[in-house]
């Protein structure tokens, strides 16, 4: 089975800290993904990567970095974090058969920003 | 810009009653998907469908696409509670990047 892993279940930091959320695939995917969800938005895409060392905008990457530093793992960066950052951040992978792409979800990190 | 609705967001009903959940999409897209998430869980692929008319089923749901209309329904037959869960489709844009619609949260009562 696919396993999508992140570091952390539930994180509490303050405003203005760097906050740093990992992400690990172990089924040697090319694309990785973080979204926030937030109740009634659905999820939103921050940042994705189609490649290590490659990354794309997702619609509200604002407040966002990320790094890809092996295909393996996606990491996204809080630099200066704020309260309307407080949410639920769930990472994803996915391989490309055709036109059948299959999203595989982590269990998610709940940011809490004080 | 993609945008995805979803309606209800919010369905209670009783066991062994049946009902729809509908996915509205504003533009053309060649693949929607629908997710199940169970509370403190993270999100598990139920259906892709592909073209249009394309209906898949399993166990008692099933998952239907109309791309004329824009349109995908998740039906639910005889509901039981553990198809509690919240549920998301997701529609894929041209640059093959997923829009989610906010969610419907199913409550399934004994």
């Known amino acids: 089975d696919v396993k999508v892993t992140q570091s952390s279940r539930y994180l509490v930091k303050r405003t203005g800290e760097k906050v740093f959320l990992e992400c690990v695939q172990d089924?040697?995917?090319?694309?990785m993904f973080w979204y926030r969800q937030d109740p009634g938005l659905g999820l939103r895409l921050i940042y994705f990567?189609?490649?290590?060392?490659?990354?794309e905008k997702g619609d509200i990457p604002e407040g966002y970095s990320v790094s890809r530093e092996k295909k393996e793992r996606f990491s996204l960066i809080l630099e200066s974090a704020s309260t309307n950052q407080t949410s639920m951040y769930l990472c994803?992978?996915?391989?490309?058969?055709?036109?059948?792409?299959?999203?595989?979800f982590g269990s998610g990190t709940q940011l809490s920003v004080l | 810009e993609l945008k995805v609705e979803q309606n209800p967001l919010f369905l209670s009903m009783q066991e062994g009653k049946n009902y729809t959940i509908y996915c509205n999409y504003s533009?053309?897209?060649?693949?929607l998907y629908w997710y199940r998430q169970d509370p403190g869980k993270s999100l598990e692929s139920l259906f892709v469908?592909?073209?249009?008319?394309a209906v898949k089923q399993e166990g008692r749901l099933m998952a239907s696409l109309d791309t004329k209309a824009r349109l995908s329904t998740l039906h639910i037959t005889a509901a039981v509670h553990d198809l509690s869960a919240t549920y998301f489709c997701?529609?894929?844009?041209?640059?093959?990047?997923?829009?989610f619609g906010g969610g419907t949260r199913l409550m399934v009562k004994p």
């Open positions: 994803a992978s996915s391989y490309l058969t055709g036109t059948n792409e299959k999203l595989f």
């Open positions: 089924m040697d995917h090319e694309n």
């Open positions: 990567s189609y490649d290590v060392k490659m990354k």
């Open positions: 533009t053309t897209s060649d693949r």
């Open positions: 469908l592909l073209s249009n008319g």
């Open positions: 997701a529609v894929a844009n041209a640059g093959n990047m997923l829009t």
